[in-house]
């Protein structure tokens, strides 16, 4: 996925060239994902399980960290970017809990470069122009407006991205199963106490002047809870 000139050099750096060296010689040539033998060395693949891009490139811990690069074949790379046709099963999952919970945390960690997140307070943010913490309530039904369509979009499989990442309370279970099934989601729970979001609430930098706010929408969701 070498598009940009910065990363077209790392690859063709000593640095890189030398590592690679290095962990063929260490691990062997046998593929990390199908366990296949790869004969020839020069067809083991150096495969970064972080994509590069021109921001992360530099960061060593990313592009030269042997944790975070396996040696695969040309098969299984191509799976590994879904490339030539190799698109295998884009997979959807939902999560949910209560605000505070660290659901926005919980995709940022799991998900990868090129997947769809689809998150009211980002959409709120992109066409207020507000921090994602203010949502006025009078575009409400423009943004779910696009919440829904972009739902629509990941029912449909309609699209090129790698999986889908829908963030939201969903306190309710029958609401909550049936969006789940009409998307074929899995279901994540964030599952954190009253007393811990209503704890991480106060000591919010972000929330600090909307802390009333704030604390109502945690004590609702709790209301409304069914599991
Ligand atoms: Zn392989
Ligand atoms: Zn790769």
């Known amino acids: 996925m070498a598009k940009h000139a910065i990363i077209k050099s790392f690859y063709a750096s000593e640095e890189w060239t030398n590592l690679r060296l290095q962990l063929i010689n260490e691990r062997g040539n046998r593929c990390e994902h199908c366990k296949e033998i790869i ?18 490139i530099n960061d060593y811990s990313i592009s030269l960290n042997p944790e ?46 090129g997947d769809i997140v689809v998150d009211m307070d980002q959409l709120y943010a992109a066409v207020s122009y507000l921090p994602y913490y203010d949502k006025p309530d009078n575009l409400f039904s423009n943004v779910i407006g696009i919440h829904n369509l972009l739902l ?38 964030c599952n954190v106490s009253q007393e811990e979001c209503l704890r991480r609430l106060e000591i919010d930098e972000d929330r600090k002047y909307r802390k009333d706010e704030w604390s109502k929408y945690i004590i609702r969701w709790f209301e409304t809870y069914t599991e």
Request: proline share 4%.
């Open 39 to 56: 004969p020839k060395s020069k067809d083991i693949i150096g495969h970064h399980t972080i994509e590069l891009t021109p921001e992360n």
């Open 152 to 189: 629509d979009n990941i029912k449909t499989r309609l699209g090129k991205w790698g999986n889908a990442w829908i963030i939201g309370g969903y306190a309710d279970k029958y609401k909550r199963n049936r969006l789940a099934d009409d998307l074929g989601a899995e279901l994540i729970f």
């Open 68 to 113: 975070r690069i396996e040696l695969i074949c040309f098969d299984c790379h191509n799976k590994e970017h879904k490339r030539f046709g190799y698109q295998s099963e884009k997979e959807v999952f939902l999560i949910y809990g209560p605000p505070m919970s660290g659901k926005s945390s919980y995709v940022r960690n799991h998900m990868k470069r």
